[in-house]
């Protein structure tokens, strides 16, 4: 038998030319600058319209706001004399009666679907939502049930019972499983049993009435016009008040060090600048870093605002549906600009509007394709992060926002002196050379966020983006 060695190639599989694995050798290799697998689009800035504020600080002045009509509870367990503090009905309790009363609190679950309080019952029982969330609704004129509202977490309800023993004006049931802490009218009697402790709970009752009808929504002092046809009514007198404390926002900082051997950009600066290119993406970390702080810092975050100000509302059943995206359209309705939520959210709303059949339109911004819901777009943006403890269901939120300084609304602060006109704010100052030759050079981004009016942020909390639903072929 014949060797594989002694077998000779055909003719027609002899080289006849240089191998390409040869010629790559003297072949020059076209380059791409360094690519950065976290940069996004950044929408969310793309779209803030930016204010320049010279002094670093700039500072919102507002008509007063007399009467704060958003509050939550934060609760702790047990319920201290602090978060008691905020309900109007023991806003001028002292602290002593209030570490009490606190005490007398007890906890209660209820399961899904059950009733909490019947409209027209006589129950007198105070409550504090601890986790889940409830439907408040009465009888429609027509026989429906009318849905006043989805209250959650940090929400509480029937306060005033306790005082005044008023049947129930409403039903609230529950929509999860939810966990309460409850004051019934037998330990509450133990505290009213001070006459001057009940008598500050029925004055601030009687100024929660008055305000109700002397101030607005927002909490400013209704101001008295007259109308009329004809005749020579009295006209009363008025004045508009300011707020003395004014919200201040300064100029926060995102700051880092950029090391570069001298080394490397003298040698190997072709067909790159080793400077600029490490520069470059010090600077994308930085605008991602930016975007990140605006939306989640804890304290002008607008994330955390919304919640601090009671601008926010839950979904009904997890999924964002376009029932959802309708309610939340109702507390941001003055010239909404665009709702922002993280990707998977909006997925998840895309298989509900596919669901009901009404598939979204889209538009045109920056020139990419955006799906909207009444008008408004839907943008995309990662850094409204997913929330899961544990075996839960995976959490988020969707924000809506109005923008402009005109429309009372949210707006970017910069320093525009500082920095180019690309990227205004943004200081590159070279430090030094040290002794192994490495040049060090800093970077600072100055920045800020600042919420004219509450009402330009609206949250739609407790966001499940994991339901999905099986078609027929």
């Known amino acids: 038998m014949q060797n594989k060695q002694d077998v ?4 027609y599989q002899l080289r006849r030319s240089i191998s390409a694995e040869s010629a790559r050798k003297l072949s020059t290799t076209t380059n791409t600058a360094p690519q950065v697998g ?34 939550k509870l934060l609760i702790t367990i047990p319920v ?9 009905l023991f806003q001028n309790t002292s602290l002593e009666t209030l570490q009490k009363l606190s005490q007398l609190f007890k906890t209660n679950r209820y399961e899904k679907g059950s009733v909490i309080i019947q409209q027209g019952e006589a129950d007198q029982a105070f409550y504090i939502i601890l986790s889940g969330q409830c439907e408040v609704s009465i009888p429609g004129r027509f026989g429906t049930k009318q849905i006043l509202g989805i209250i959650a977490e940090g929400d509480f309800f029937g306060e005033a019972s306790l005082i005044e023993k008023v049947t129930r004006t409403a039903t609230v049931s529950a929509l999860t499983d939810i966990e309460v802490l409850y004051l019934d009218q037998s330990a509450a009697a133990e505290i009213l049993s001070d006459p001057s402790t009940k008598s500050k709970i029925l004055d601030a009752l009687k ?17 008295p016009l007259v109308s009329c046809l004809n005749g020579e009514p009295s006209i009363e007198q008025s004045y508009i008040e300011y707020s003395e404390d004014p919200l201040e926002y300064d100029l926060s900082t995102i700051e880092t060090i950029i090391g570069i051997h001298t080394r490397i950009s003298d040698i190997y600066s072709q067909p790159y600048d080793q400077i600029e290119q490490q520069l470059r993406i010090a600077i994308e970390a930085i605008e991602e870093q930016e975007e990140w702080e605006v939306l989640n810092h804890p304290t002008f975050g607008l994330l955390n605002l919304a919640e601090r100000v009671g601008r926010t509302i839950s979904t009904r059943n997890g999924s964002p549906t ?6 939340l359209l109702s507390t941001v309705w003055k010239n909404p600009s665009a709702f922002f939520c993280h990707p998977k959210t909006i997925a998840a709303f895309s298989r509900e509007c596919t669901r009901r059949g009404v598939p979204p339109a889209t538009i045109n911004l ?5 799906i909207t819901w009444r008008g408004v777009p839907i943008i995309p943006c990662d850094k409204i992060g997913l929330n899961q403890k544990g075996g839960e269901s995976i959490l988020t939120d969707v924000l809506l926002v109005r923008f402009g300084e005109a429309n009372q609304g949210v707006i970017g602060l910069h320093k525009a002196a500082i920095g180019s006109k690309n990227i205004p704010s943004l200081a590159v100052k070279y430090m030094n050379t040290d002794d192994h030759s490495i040049a060090h050079y800093l970077l600072s981004k100055y920045f800020g966020i600042a919420t004219l009016v509450p009402d330009a942020v609206g949250i739609l909390t407790n966001v499940e983006v994991g339901r999905y639903y099986d078609y027929p072929l």
């Not at 940069?39 to 706001?65: A, E, H, Q, Y």
């Not at 920056?366 to 955006?370: I, M």
Request: proline share 7%.
């Open 207 to 223: 100024l929660r009435k008055k305000q109700n009808r002397e101030f607005l929504e927002t909490g400013e002092r209704v101001i």
């Open 366 to 370: 920056f020139g990419t394709n955006f």
């Open 80 to 88: 201290s004399s602090q978060e008691l503090k905020k309900i109007s």
């Open 8 to 11: 000779k190639a055909p003719a």
């Open 38 to 71: 976290f940069k996004t689009p950044r929408w969310f800035l793309r779209m803030l319209p930016k204010i320049d504020v010279p002094t670093g600080i700039f500072r919102v002045n507002r008509v007063k706001v007399s009467v704060d009509l958003n509050t």
């Open 322 to 327: 376009p029932d959802d995206l309708d309610e």
